[in-house]
């Protein structure tokens, strides 16, 4: 992982983004958070509706560095495409399984979660680089926004009046209740990250791709980290222009939301490489543990999620959390302790297997 070849920054941004999910996902009490750490209520954003979208936007970029790579070394589009399959089908399988813990009840069938849609992304931006162009995917992405935008601003159906954006009502989750059995989309009968608004968060990942893109072009510099802080501005403004029309909402992934997000991605990415490639900000604690975290991000999600079951199988949460209240701690901060606990365990054995130079990727 120390490759003076890998953009770093790209690491460090990947691990703190796994880190924060982990922060966010496995509060002590969900009924006691930190507003930052809580998604806004429907339309808007909190610190907490970028952490998701960041992630895929680094999807994208880390999808332009990797395939570009592996299209230098000579590999076949056949051999990278069964690949890219594979690995977006176990990425899915393995969120799909997720979904049954800790109750183990295979009787309910969830086909919609965050794995699941980070391995659509991840297949839908990853045979989109091998097949096509940059100007192609810029085509894709406009397209991807306006027909989100038209489809969800301008029909209407037999139940849902034209524009409407409420939760559980609107073309979205329509669509969704229309192609799949309510059981299978969630506990509400939508999805956060149902089938249809899988469509602009792959304009997310797009945007990733086409930042990646630039970066191997320019190659680090400072020109190439202007030039994507500029895109990023742009980008954010942009989307605060159409949220006037097209609220800027993660549960629906709005056009706004992708421009928005992807635009603060593409900042803060440049200011990373700034600061980490280009300063040489690296052997810093926080850059550290961003490395240690990235180099085996989904793996990392995935272990979360199996501490979680753990400790609250083994009434460990329960000692731990009741025990701080116990002792006059505040409900909101014991919760906040509890989750960085979460994140520690994490980084412990992300670190085990960091030392060790054992990277999974699912």
């Given at each position: 992982m120390d490759n003076p070849n890998r953009i770093l920054a790209v690491d460090i941004f990947r691990g703190l983004t796994i880190a924060m999910m982990i922060l966010v996902n496995y509060p002590g009490s969900w009924g006691f958070m930190y507003p930052p750490l809580v998604h806004s209520a429907w339309n808007g954003t909190s610190p907490t509706d970028f952490i998701f979208p960041f992630f895929i936007f680094i999807v994208g970029?880390?999808?332009?560095?990797?395939?570009?790579?592996?299209?230098?070394?000579?590999?076949?589009?056949?051999?990278m495409v069964k690949k890219i399959l594979i690995r977006g089908l176990k990425i899915y399988l393995i969120g799909l399984f997720l979904h049954y813990l800790p109750e183990l009840d295979?009787?309910?069938?969830n086909l919609f979660g965050v794995l699941q849609r980070i391995a659509a992304v991840f297949v839908a931006c990853a045979l989109l680089f091998i097949y096509t162009n940059w100007k192609t995917q810029i085509y894709i992405f406009g397209t991807i926004l306006l027909g989100y935008w038209i489809t969800m601003s301008f029909i209407s159906t037999d139940t849902l009046l034209a524009g409407t954006?409420?939760?559980?009502?609107?073309?979205?989750?329509?669509?969704?209740?229309?192609?799949?059995?309510?059981?299978?989309i969630g506990k509400h009968g939508w999805s956060a990250e149902g089938f249809y608004s899988t469509f602009p968060a792959i304009a997310t990942g797009i945007t990733g791709m086409l930042a990646g893109r630039l970066i191997l072009t320019k190659k680090i510099s400072e020109h190439t980290i202007i030039l994507l802080?500029?895109?990023g501005i742009l980008s954010l403004l942009a989307g605060s222009v159409w949220d006037w029309q097209f609220p800027i909402n993660k549960?629906?992934?709005?056009?706004?939301?992708v421009l928005y997000t992807s635009g603060w991605a593409a900042v803060v990415l440049a200011m990373s490489i700034w600061f980490v490639d280009f300063q040489g900000y690296k052997n810093n604690l926080l850059a550290r543990f961003g490395i240690i975290f990235g180099s085996n991000a989904i793996a990392v999600y995935v272990m979360a999620d199996l501490f979680e079951t753990i400790y609250k199988y083994t009434h460990i949460h329960d000692v731990v959390y009741d025990g701080l209240i116990n002792i006059r701690m505040t409900e909101v901060n014991a919760s906040l302790?509890?989750?960085m606990i979460s994140v520690g365990?994490?980084?412990l054995?992300?670190?085990?297997?960091?030392r060790k130079k054992l990277f999974f990727k699912l």
């Open positions: 970029v880390s999808v332009a560095l990797s395939y570009t790579r592996q299209k230098e070394s000579g590999k076949s589009r056949k051999e295979f009787t309910r069938i954006i409420e939760p559980g009502a609107n073309l979205a989750f329509w669509i969704d209740r229309l192609i799949f059995p309510v059981e299978m802080f500029i895109a549960k629906v992934w709005t056009s706004s939301y302790i509890w989750s365990s994490c980084f054995v992300a670190l085990i297997l960091y």
